[in-house]
């Protein structure tokens, strides 16, 4: 039985709108894009609020995100009639939104014209913009997204896509094509307020989450059940977890020090004294959670083991202190390492600390700049959300770990754990 705690983390319907639309805006001006088509999942979810369920990433795009620079106020959003519905209980900022026929729709009878209002439900039929759903329902999407290329003035501009292949399916010829990931994920790493508050939510549960898991432990317990426990206690507090599993760090035995991932293949008894890596990943209104740090199972650091732990306490200390706006990545990993050295630990050169973004995913970082250049060691800004990663490899008695999720402030980094940087030990 899981041991989640009692409050859970129920879902609500979102702002109409929390993107950072003005950066994004911003970034097209920058890259000379004069409209953005977005399709993909998340780009879809950030920029109209809309969530879909049963869509598979590699599945034909049901939906799109029409914007253009010169008109930012007066987007398109494109989706297939069977999500129709869901923006009645998720409100979005759009307000021309426009529906295609899509693979539910039968193909033995011929279309009529009010087959949209299948999908209509009694809440949402007299709402101001469904009339344009009805006057614009299209035979498919490429059909759909051509029709708002040309409305919005965009099919014989530059247009940045975040699916070059869906861009060459529209076969739209004087229309310049150009990648738009770039602008997107640019816009993404400064979070908004909303933003920033769905990530201190999510990172609340994983905390929980990991807690009750180890609230679990008992000897003799497997990493399959303990992997098992922690899933439980995430689907009990409202989040979800992916495929192979959450847990992301392998834990080599005995001395073995390999930095490793784990495959969800893996089964080992769990032994007092052993130092789990807590990095744990899933999402909470599509917003994603990381982070954890070492728990020695039903005991503290020993021998060599208790100065590493004091001197990774030190460095990731270091490091948050230092994440202001302006800070590179290699200039916060050369301070995390001067920690090492000033705890006189034997290898400081062995530690590993490393950063990305977070958001709605693991990235939200622009991988070229506007000027081509690569975005290797990116400077941090405000408000963007950044996980600081701190490993000193060992063996199953020796590692040590933290990983905290910080917001970026003038003062230095926010952390979004309470429990500070220490390893967790005994039962928790």
């Known amino acids: 039985m899981s041991t989640a705690s009692p409050e859970t983390f129920t879902r609500s319907a979102l702002p109409p709108r929390f993107c950072n639309l003005d950066r994004l805006l911003f970034a097209m001006q920058q890259r000379g894009l004069d409209g953005l088509v977005a399709s993909t999942a998340l780009n879809l979810f950030y920029l109209s609020g809309l969530n879909p369920i049963a869509h598979k990433a590699d599945e034909p795009r049901p939906y799109a995100v029409v914007i253009s620079r010169h008109a930012p106020a007066a987007p398109v959003l494109i989706v297939a009639d069977y999500y129709v519905g869901s923006l009645v209980s998720q409100p979005t900022w759009i307000e021309d939104i426009r529906a295609f026929r899509a ?5 033995d009878l011929p279309p009529r014209a009010d087959d949209i ?35 919005l003035k965009l099919d014989t501009a530059r247009v940045g896509f975040d699916d070059l292949r869906f861009a060459a399916s529209l076969g739209v010829d004087a229309m310049q094509v150009a990648d738009g990931y770039d602008a997107l994920m640019y816009a993404r790493a400064v979070k908004t307020a909303v933003e920033l508050n769905l990530l201190r939510r999510s990172t609340r549960l994983n905390q929980r989450a990991m807690q009750d898991a180890i609230a679990a432990w008992q000897p003799g317990m497997r990493w399959r059940e303990f992997n098992q426990a922690y899933h439980r206690a995430v689907i009990d507090l409202g989040g979800f977890v992916r495929d192979p599993g959450a847990m992301v760090w392998g834990h080599p035995r005995g001395a073995d020090a390999a930095i490793t991932l784990q495959t969800g293949l893996e089964d080992f008894e769990m032994p007092a004294g052993m130092h789990v890596l807590f990095d744990c990943h899933g999402t909470l209104d599509q917003y994603c959670w990381d982070g954890g740090k070492t728990w020695v199972v039903d005991g503290e650091p020993e021998g060599g083991a208790r100065n590493v732990a004091k001197a990774t306490t030190a460095a990731a200390e270091a490091v948050i202190a230092a994440m202001k706006p302006g800070a590179r990545v290699s200039e916060l990993q050369a301070i995390g390492r001067a920690a090492y050295r000033k705890a006189a630990v034997s290898d400081a050169e062995r530690a590993i600390i490393f950063f990305h973004g977070l958001g709605l995913s693991h990235m ?12 290797v060691d990116w400077a941090l800004e405000c408000d963007m959300v950044v996980p600081l990663h701190v490993l000193y490899p060992g063996g199953e008695r020796e590692r ?23 390893p967790l030990t005994g039962r928790g």
């Open 103 to 107: 693979v539910m729709l039968p193909l």
């Open 117 to 151: 209002d299948r999908f209509i439900p009694a809440g949402g039929r007299d709402l101001p913009w469904m009339r344009g759903v009805r006057e614009r329902f299209a035979a498919g999407i490429g059909a759909a997204c051509r029709g708002a290329l040309a409305d």
């Open 400 to 422: 040590v770990w933290v990983e905290e999720v910080a917001r970026v402030t003038p003062d230095g980094g926010e952390p979004f754990f309470d429990w500070g940087f220490a």
């Open 364 to 375: 939200d970082i622009e991988q070229t700049r506007a000027d081509g250049s690569p975005n």
